[in-house]
């Protein structure tokens, strides 16, 4: 006892915490369902119904909402409208244009000479402005202003005019970086949403391209656009993406890929049921086959829906080569997937239970590759697949010549030290090699990590049950498959159910001049043009 109260003592344990802890501020008891919840609710006083007549009263509730003594953001800009009324002008620093600000909102409206000191004058005939719109309720207003748009008052009006001012930094356009193509167009979104839907326009010249600009109920208030062509796509499956977007309700909703977790089904699917995509090209091929993009404001990603496995495993490139470049690629690929997916599990089987199907040479290669080799081959098998992802997800992480570095050192130094040290034997590391590259033929990331959950589970079915697991395991895996739906529409369409393609999709066929949209869409574009 003596002993535990000296090491107490030594580790300060007698000692009180004095340091810094966060109280709790609420009271009560937490209700157990919190979907009444609003988390737009805050300690702060209500804003008032509309904007006042009275210019000093808007200023002071301005001050207050942006806390404009301790936040130097935001700009209060008072000025003399015509030299005559009082005038505010509110915007953000840093999102709005200067110089556009300077020459054609303060310059115009501190003339003398110019006639006309309402909102409805200087929206008609002061302000040179392309977008103007006038609102007397707050929250508006303030959204418009974190927008970067600058809301304008004028004393004596009960209304505000919002002028999109909108001037921030922003990212160029630049080349794909995940997606890499030969053949077609390198532009890639960026950040930006208004730049990513200018990007699909330069493609879709066309009246029917609709873009609708949605809220998520979320402190951050993220700017969400559902993207469609009028007249192709499906009016249910519309209406359906709406409903799931007007749905959300969270904390915060920063990236697309959070976005499409909250429209999803739910459940545990380990396979991708949109497609993430950064090419604007690819995106467009979509809408002009009935589908739906959903972008937003921050992401340089936008998810295409609903979504087929084909399309997942197709390349961005395929339809610009020649009819036999495409089919051999398209080959390649496919062949590459099969390899990794069933290479580990079969070989698995045929050296542990089904030796019989195996020559003696190569029996014999493999009784002298694990001679010294002390765990087991299905361990062994495991194990590698496992340092294989390891390396592979080193290497995403870590800046581009760093990775590099890891993939060299990962794939020879520590192969090489692996079986030199008998932990690992030559022909596992051989099948794993190969399954990694047949790994790499998924163009999709998404359906790269849903394929490596399917090869660990059809290598456990090996180990388990040999030929006849493996066989078990791939019909559960073609029955769950068949069985998935991305949006209503069937995941391995248009084969299962089949239905009409005049497309290719397994093999490059000749590419003809296509009238309709794809079947499986069941949309409106389905009648030829």
Not at 56 to 80: C, E, F, H, Q, T
Not at 413 to 433: D, E, F, R, Y
């Amino acid at each position: 006892m003596r002993s535990f109260l000296y090491l107490e003592k030594l580790l300060g344990f007698d000692k009180p915490n004095n340091g810094f802890e966060i109280a709790e501020a609420e009271t009560g008891t937490p209700p157990l369902d919190a979907s009444n919840y609003d988390i737009n609710t805050t300690c702060e006083e209500k804003a008032p119904s509309s904007v006042s007549c009275d210019i000093s009263v808007n200023y002071a509730y301005l001050y207050g909402v942006y806390k404009k003594d301790i936040n130097p953001d935001i700009n209060l800009r008072k000025l003399k409208l015509h030299g005559k009324d009082d005038a505010l002008a509110v915007f953000m620093t840093g999102m709005v244009d200067g110089t556009g600000v300077n020459d054609f909102i303060l310059r115009p409206a501190m003339q003398e000479n110019a006639e006309g000191t309402d909102v409805k004058a200087a929206e008609e005939s002061t302000l040179p402005f392309n977008e103007a719109e006038r609102s007397r309720n707050w929250k508006e207003i303030i959204k418009a202003v974190n927008e970067g748009k600058l809301a304008f008052f004028i004393n004596g009006c009960d209304e505000a005019l919002i002028l999109d001012t909108r001037g921030y930094e922003k990212r160029s356009v630049e080349a794909s970086e995940n997606e890499k193509t030969v053949l077609g167009a390198k532009e890639a979104f960026t950040e930006n949403l208004r730049t990513n839907i200018t990007l699909l326009r330069r493609i879709l010249k066309t009246e029917k391209f609709v873009c609708e600009f949605k809220r998520c109920k979320a402190i951050n208030n993220p700017n969400v656009t559902i993207a469609y062509l009028s007249g192709s796509a499906n009016e249910l499956l519309i209406n359906e993406i709406r409903r799931r977007v007007a749905k959300i309700k969270t904390r915060g909703v920063l990236d697309i890929g959070t976005l499409v977790q909250l429209m999803g089904d739910g459940g545990f699917s380990i396979f991708p049921k949109e497609l993430l995509t950064e090419k604007p090209d690819r995106v467009a091929s979509h809408l002009l086959n009935g589908h739906i993009a959903v972008l937003m404001d921050g992401s340089p990603i936008a998810a295409v829906l609903p979504i087929t496995l084909f399309s997942l495993m197709s390349s961005a490139e395929d339809s610009y080569a020649r009819p036999l470049l495409g089919g051999l690629l398209r080959f390649v690929r496919y062949v590459g997937v099969t390899v990794s997916i069933l290479l580990p599990a079969y070989f698995l089987a045929l050296a542990l239970y089904h030796q019989g199907l195996l020559t003696t040479e190569v029996l014999y290669t493999i009784i002298a590759s694990r001679r010294m080799v002390f765990a087991s081959i299905g361990t062994e098998m495991v194990y590698l697949l496992f340092v294989f992802q390891l390396i592979r997800e080193a290497g995403m992480r870590v800046p581009g010549s760093i990775g590099q570095a890891i993939g060299i050192i990962g794939g020879l130094i520590l192969g090489q030290a692996a079986v030199a040290a008998n932990l690992a034997s030559t022909v596992v590391l051989i099948i794993v090699a190969l399954t990694g590259l047949g790994n790499f033929c998924v163009p999709d990331y998404s359906l790269q990590i849903a394929v490596g959950y399917v090869r660990i589970m059809f290598v456990i079915a090996a180990w388990i049950g040999g030929l006849l697991g493996l066989v078990g395991a791939t019909v559960i895996f073609l029955a769950v498959l068949s069985a998935s739906r991305s949006y209503g529409v069937p995941y391995l369409a248009p084969f299962i159910p089949k239905t009409v393609s005049d497309r290719p999709f397994l093999l490059r066929g000749k590419i003809s001049m296509h009238k309709r949209t794809a079947d499986y869409m069941n949309t409106d574009g389905d009648k030829t043009i």
